[in-house]
Each structure stands twice: as structure tokens, then as C-alpha cells.
């Protein structure tokens, strides 16, 4: 499955990039995000790049730096389920081997 992020590579750079998503391991979770909200503190301070060189932030912000403060989610794979997020809801689908949900390939 493939992605496209927004990436800051240096100070008051951006760019939009695609990646490929790796699925979710045994244990592990994969988040299906529709949107994700950019805060205009963190973010725009990482964009700017204005702040003290020995500082929290310059510990914090590397470059590139991937911004992303809050995400609204349609989906979460929690192997070997798919929870289909509705509103507040949670759906729950067993996946078996080698089946495929909505497009993307599951493992079980």
C-alpha cells in the first residue's frame, strides 16, 4: 500500500513525498489516516526553524522532519482484525490468510 506525507527537509521547506506502507506485524499496530492536523506551534516552528540552536527544540526537530500533530483515522489493523472505525464504533472483521479487506492485503 502506498502513502504520501508532507515532509519539511530543511527550515521553510516543503515538500510532498509518497511511501510504501509496510503491514502490520504480529503485535503491532497499522493506522488507515484520512487527515492529519498540523499544529501551528510545533509545526510551524519546525518549519520556520527559529528557534536556539541548544534548545528543546533543536533536540526535537531534525531534519527532515515529518509533521503531524493529530490524524483522523478510518481504519486500524490489529492482527489477525480490521477494526472499521464508524464515528465513535468500532467494527471487527476476522481476516483469514491471504485474504484482502477493502483492497489492501492482511496478514492473519
Known sequence: MEGFRIVFP???QIRTEGFEVEEAG???VLIETEATLISTGTE???LTGDF???????R????PFIPGARSVNVKLY???YT???VGDVCEREKQGHGEVADGYPQRS
Open 78 to 80: 490489529i492482527l489477525p
Open 10 to 12: 530543511g527550515h521553510k
Open 26 to 28: 504480529e503485535g503491532e
Open 60 to 63: 526535537y526537530i531534525k531534519y
Open 83 to 85: 477494526l472499521h472505525i
Open 44 to 46: 510551524l516552528t519546525a
Open 52 to 58: 536556539p540552536k541548544d534548545s528543546a527544540w533543536s
